[in-house]
Each structure stands twice: as C-alpha cells, then as structure tokens.
T-cell receptor, first 112, second 111 residues
Framework: GQQVMQIPQYQHVQEGEDFTTYCNSS?????IQWYKQRPGGHPVFLIQ?????EVKKQKRLTFQFGEAKKNSSLHITATQTTDVGTYFC????????????FGSGTRLLVRP | EADIYQTPRYLVIGTGKKITLECSQT?????MYWYQQDPGMELHLIHY???????EKGDLSSESTVSRIRTEHFPLTLESARPSHTSQYLC??????????FGEGSWLTVV
C-alpha cells in the first residue's frame, strides 16, 4: 500500500545548528504538505507544495518538493528552542485525494 | 487556526464502558476526520466523512464508530472501551480535502 516515510526519526541539535528532515513517498503525489506538532499539542499546518521542484521559504524554514514529486524536504536554518516539536509531511491518498496520508514524523529536540 | 472543539479533552474510564468523543466545527467544512495518535508517534486515520450521511473507515482498523448527521458534528463512539484504546484522538476538518485543520485532541485512558 501507499507509504510516506520520513528520516530521521529523531534529531537532537544544539541551538543555532541547522536541521533537515526528508520525506519519501512510495507514489507520486499531486501535492505535499508539512505540519508541525509541539509536544502535547496538535498538528498545525505549515505549508503546501504543488509544483515539481517547488521551493518555498518561511523565515528560517525552507521547503522543497522533488522533481519527481515523490520526495520533499524541510530545512531549518539556525534552529531555536521554539522549533522543538515533531514535523510531519503528508500527501493525498491514492484511493482518495480527500484522505491525507501522514509520514512517520521527525522529532526535533534543540539544546539551548 | 480553525474552530474545532473536542470534548472531553481528558478522560479516564473503566474497561467495558461506552464512550463518545465529541467533535464540532463552525466553519461549515464538508470533510471531517478522526486520527488516532499515541504520544510521539504516527497519525493514523481511523474514520473520515465527505459530508452529511457519509462515513468511511480509515486505514487503521478501529473498533469505534462514527456518525455525521449534521455538517458541524462528527462524534466518535467506543461501545466497549479496552486498555488498548488508550490514546489521543484528534478530530480534523478540511474545506477541500487538502489542508487539514486539527482540534486540540481528546486524551483517553482506559483502566
């Protein structure tokens, strides 16, 4: 079945270091979305990428959608303690575009 | 942020009890979802709805049931709770089926 995998599962960085999480889908996606979940909280939508090779930036966050539309990455420059949380990518399901299939998530911990 | 209300937020119940987790939204979104998530783990879709009188099972097998009699209301019911049902249950909505907005979740503990 359709799978969306993320690596790494965990990342522990020193504040100020950069961080990257990678998302890989077993199928081509029409779009990919990223969500952030703070500890004890609920996932919050960050961004959606639609076009092949698309790159979007939100302050220190850079999102990229692969040329084949099967992979994506989120890069955080100069991490801060406020970046702590789990980052999920998600893409539409093959059998229904209304179903969102979430990746396994990458948990980011930032040492102050 | 979307206006999605989940009750109760925290609940501890005994094995065998029936429980209904409430979810309400005020945006008029057609699509609604229930996800189950253990702490720090993946999100698993257990039920979804495209609109009134439409409900479908998700990818994760669940002993729960849902109903969608009104657009704004999507309750989830466990007829007989078991310790294996202990988890966080997240209700979500979407206007288009793409971007999803989550409620704050209901933490269920079955003892």
């Amino acid at each position: 079945g359709q799978q969306v995998m993320q690596i790494p599962q965990y990342q522990h960085v020193q504040e100020g270091e950069d961080f990257t999480t990678y998302c890989n889908s077993s199928t081509t996606l029409s779009n990919i979305q990223w969500y952030k979940q703070r500890p004890g909280g609920h996932p919050v939508f960050l961004i959606q990428l639609v076009k092949s090779g698309e790159v979007k930036k939100q302050k220190r966050l850079t999102f990229q959608f692969g040329e084949a539309k099967k992979n994506s990455s989120l890069h955080i420059t100069a991490t801060q303690t406020t970046d702590v949380g789990t980052y999920f990518c998600a893409g539409p399901g093959m059998d229904s575009s209304y179903k969102l299939i979430f990746g396994s998530g990458t948990r980011l911990l930032v040492r102050p | 942020e979307a206006d999605i209300y989940q009750t109760p937020r925290y609940l501890v119940i005994g094995t065998g009890k029936k429980i209904t987790l409430e979810c309400s939204q005020t945006m008029g979104h057609d699509k609604m979802y229930w996800y189950q998530q253990d702490p720090g783990m993946e999100l698993h879709l257990i039920h979804y709805s495209y609109g009134v009188n439409s409900t479908e099972k998700g990818d994760l097998s669940s002993e729960s049931t849902v109903s969608r009699i009104r657009t704004e209301h999507f309750p989830l019911t466990l007829e007989s709770a078991r310790p294996s049902h202990t988890s966080q249950y997240l209700c979500a909505t979407s206007p288009s089926g793409n971007t999803i907005y989550f409620g704050e979740g209901s933490w269920l503990t079955v003892v």
